[in-house]
């Protein structure tokens, strides 16, 4: 079969080789000019030779993306919403996930750069690893962090958990809850939760129970956390935990032992997994919205595509809302159980 070539484009449409070279290379043309050469590609069934555009271009139209857990469905739907943005403007996402692996992060920058990708938008698993930071510095194409303060060297776009932490922890302790746990790893933004949950106890001139904090060492799952808390002598009678896994986890143990949502422990998820909305009770969330963050994680992106000028990094904060749902009450004494 005779390949169809650039030439065979121009002849169809009766202009010139470089008039049809324009309009494949997103130059500017008359609507006119675009609209003969765009029919006389669909009518020939014609397709650019990328790999010579992107060698001319210096450009590959492919943007390396990087999370920690490609499993976890608010990521996925972070980087859904970017891919369709991206799209719109001619280019590919490739993912990879680290596994939450630090040494793995920095191996999969290095083969991003292996082939050749137009920049790199990046959810590190941690808020400082010098040997990411370096391998990004060294990269030196256009970056954007998600959910990290990685380093003042690159844009982020982070949500913001501290104001929402904040105003759910205010919530539960309105409703009389003075025991309340949170559950949700230090690693990342883990301290701004921290932050917002004190917080809340001091505007109520309350003491934070610190011995329901996070451990360092907290596992995803929970599990094993929920059941250490439920069996202490003063257990809690809330959660506040980072979403999916760790609330699968909460969940499970409470069934395991027979407990009821909101009765035995009220719940409040940070982030709105599909799920919560539908479960018995539906689950009380912390929520943001996903399209903004992916909006705003596209636009800052392109942006330093498009500049030819030196970039200026910029940290945008997405807000939170507080979804009232069905997995919240007064507290009950143990007394009255």
Known sequence: MTRITIKDVAREAKVSVGSVSKVLNGLPVSVRLKQKVDAAIGQLGYEPNRLAQSMRRRSTGAIGCLVPDISNPLYWAVVKKVDDRL??????????????????????????????????????????????????EQFGAPTVILGRSLSKTFSSVHVDYRSGVEVATKYLLDLGHRRIALLAPLAGPGHARVEGFRAAYAQ??????????????MSLDAEHDVRRLLDSADAPTALIVLGTRILAGALKTMRDRNLD????????????????????????????????????VAELFLSQLKKKSKHEPQQVFVSTDLVLRGSC?????????
């Open 204 to 217: 109520a001139g309350l003491d934070p129970p610190e011995d329901l904090v996070p451990p360092r060492t």
């Open 261 to 296: 949502t909101p009765r035995d422990l009220s719940i409040i998820s940070i982030g709105d997994p599909e799920w919560a909305a539908v479960h018995n009770p539906p689950i009380t969330t912390l929520r943001w919205d996903v399209e903004e963050v992916a909006r705003l």
């Open 329 to 337: 009450a007064t507290p009950v004494r143990r007394a009255e159980k």
């Open 87 to 136: 799209q719109r403007d001619g280019y590919m996402l490739l993912l990879a996930s680290s596994s939450d692996n630090g040494r793995t992060e920095v191996d999969i920058v290095a083969e991003f750069k292996r082939r050749r990708v137009d920049g790199l938008i990046i959810a590190p698993g941690r808020e400082t690893d010098a040997h990411l930071i370096k391998s990004l």
